[in-house]
């Protein structure tokens, strides 16, 4: 079994930084792609950042050149640097991980709340 944790949500004011990290651990492997999706209260899921192995990326047009997202492959830790906070980046985050283990699936973490105030 494999267990993502994410740490480092709270509330910041508008033009803040907050940075994410998310940890994975248990039966792995390898992990290929990591990423970040968020949810906003009464919007669907979307996302964020994806990072591969080889450290691609990916980004929603809404963050690009505010959000960095970065790993340590040697950690299976993926990380998420948000600068120039928005209101409207309110929402809960949540990582994702394509894990190579006993067999390969895909992996979410718990979120965390992420809060812009104006």
């Known amino acids: ?13 508008a033009g803040g930084s ?17 990423g ?3 949810r906003a209260p009464g919007k669907q899921r979307e996302l964020v950042a994806t990072i591969t192995s080889g450290g ?9 050149g505010r959000f ?9 830790t993926v990380y998420l640097q948000m600068n120039s906070l928005k209101p409207e980046d ?4 949540y990582c994702t991980a394509s894990v190579v283990g006993i067999s390969y699936n895909d ?4 979120g ?3 809060t812009v105030s104006s």
């Open 90 to 93: 309110t929402a809960v985050y």
């Open 107 to 110: 992996y979410w973490g718990q």
């Open 56 to 64: 691609n990326t990916n980004y929603a047009d809404s963050v690009k």
């Open 36 to 38: 970040w999706y968020r």
């Open 68 to 76: 960095t997202i970065s790993r340590a492959n040697a950690k299976n």
């Open 18 to 34: 907050l940075r994410l990290s998310c940890a994975a651990s248990g039966s792995i492997f390898s992990i290929n792609a990591m």
């Open 1 to 13: 079994q494999v267990q993502l944790v994410e740490s480092g949500g709270g509330s910041v004011q």
């Open 112 to 114: 965390t709340q992420v």
